[in-house]
């Protein structure tokens, strides 16, 4: 037979098969079996079989018709493939998505890329903490920050935040960074916004007592009122 002509078959029977399914099948939870057969169904899909019988992937496979059904009903348990209802001309019949899998594939893309995103933003709150103090963080200053994320559950902007109004306040020092966070979690707040309306709502207060008693010095120069939504 002709080895061009072999070579042009093999050239048009090429299938695309997603790279992230290549490299990632077993971080979402498949196995190399597993994969193959979601392969086969995406094979016969794009061939224009969305519903290939169980003897159909059997002979694509190391597997029986059995093993296959088993897989491929384990498979949509678990939410890799799903079986869905299509109609044509008035008739209808079940086909095979990928949908879930593509779905799962890009959730864990996605979250690879948050991940990487929150550990780049807690190396540059270390950096940020260590240049308002002038010096390396101690041992236990990096525990307590660490504890500020991973126990207490605030995130870098609102610790961040805290460390803005400690410098604001003149009290640069982490017991009283530590005050501001457990005074924030206590009252539910949760964001920069929330952060900042609770800080103008304490300076409104300290700010009546004061009035009341008249303008004992009246050249004491006002302290700006802070930005929280600063994130600069």
Same mark, same amino acid.
């Given at each position: 037979?002709?080895?061009?002509?072999?070579?042009?078959? %093999?050239?048009?029977?090429?299938?695309?098969?997603?790279?992230?399914?290549? +490299?990632?099948?077993?971080?979402?939870?498949?196995?190399?079996q597993?994969?193959?057969?979601?392969?086969?169904?995406h094979?016969?899909?794009?061939?224009?079989?969305?519903?290939?019988?169980?003897?159909?992937?059997?002979?694509? @496979?190391?597997?029986?018709?059995?093993?296959?059904?088993? @897989?491929?009903?384990?498979?949509?348990?678990?939410?890799?493939?799903?079986?869905?209802?299509?109609?044509?001309?008035?008739?209808?019949?079940?086909a095979?998505?990928?949908?879930?899998?593509?779905?799962? *594939?890009?959730?864990?893309?996605?979250?690879?890329?948050?991940?990487?995103?929150?550990?780049?933003?807690?190396?540059? %709150?270390?950096?940020?903490?260590?240049?308002?103090?002038? /010096?390396p963080?101690?041992?236990?200053?990096?525990?307590?920050?660490? @504890?500020?994320?991973? +126990?207490?559950?605030?995130?870098? &902007?609102?610790?961040?935040?805290?460390?803005?109004?400690?410098?604001?306040?003149?009290?640069?020092?982490? /017991?009283y960074?530590?005050?501001? *966070?457990?005074?924030?979690?206590?009252?539910?707040?949760?964001?920069?916004? &929330?952060?900042?309306?609770?800080?103008?709502?304490?300076? /409104?207060?300290?700010?009546?007592?004061?009035?009341?008693?008249?303008?004992?010095?009246?050249?004491?120069?006002?302290?700006?009122?802070?930005?929280?939504?600063?994130?600069?």
């Amino acid at each position: 037979m002709d080895k061009k002509f072999m070579l042009n078959l %093999l050239m048009k029977g090429d299938i695309n098969i997603p790279a992230l399914l290549i +490299e990632h099948y077993h971080a979402i939870g498949l196995d190399e079996q597993e994969c193959m057969i979601l392969i086969q169904v995406h094979s016969f899909i794009i061939k224009g079989d969305d519903f290939p019988t169980f003897d159909d992937l059997a002979q694509r @496979m190391t597997l029986d018709e059995t093993a296959c059904a088993d @897989m491929l009903r384990r498979l949509i348990q678990h939410g890799f493939l799903s079986i869905v209802q299509k109609t044509e001309n008035q008739i209808y019949s079940e086909a095979y998505s990928l949908l879930p899998l593509w779905d799962k *594939l890009l959730n864990y893309a996605y979250g690879k890329e948050s991940e990487a995103s929150e550990k780049e933003s807690e190396k540059a %709150l270390y950096t940020i903490f260590e240049h308002e103090f002038g /010096r390396p963080l101690s041992p236990i200053e990096c525990e307590s920050l660490a @504890m500020w994320m991973d +126990e207490d559950h605030h995130s870098p &902007q609102l610790i961040k935040a805290a460390l803005r109004e400690a410098v604001v306040s003149g009290k640069l020092n982490f /017991r009283y960074i530590d005050r501001i *966070l457990f005074d924030w979690k206590k009252n539910g707040i949760k964001t920069l916004t &929330q952060a900042k309306e609770h800080g103008e709502n304490i300076r /409104r207060h300290q700010q009546l007592p004061r009035q009341g008693r008249g303008n004992e010095n009246p050249k004491k120069p006002k302290m700006p009122a802070y930005d929280w939504l600063d994130k600069g």
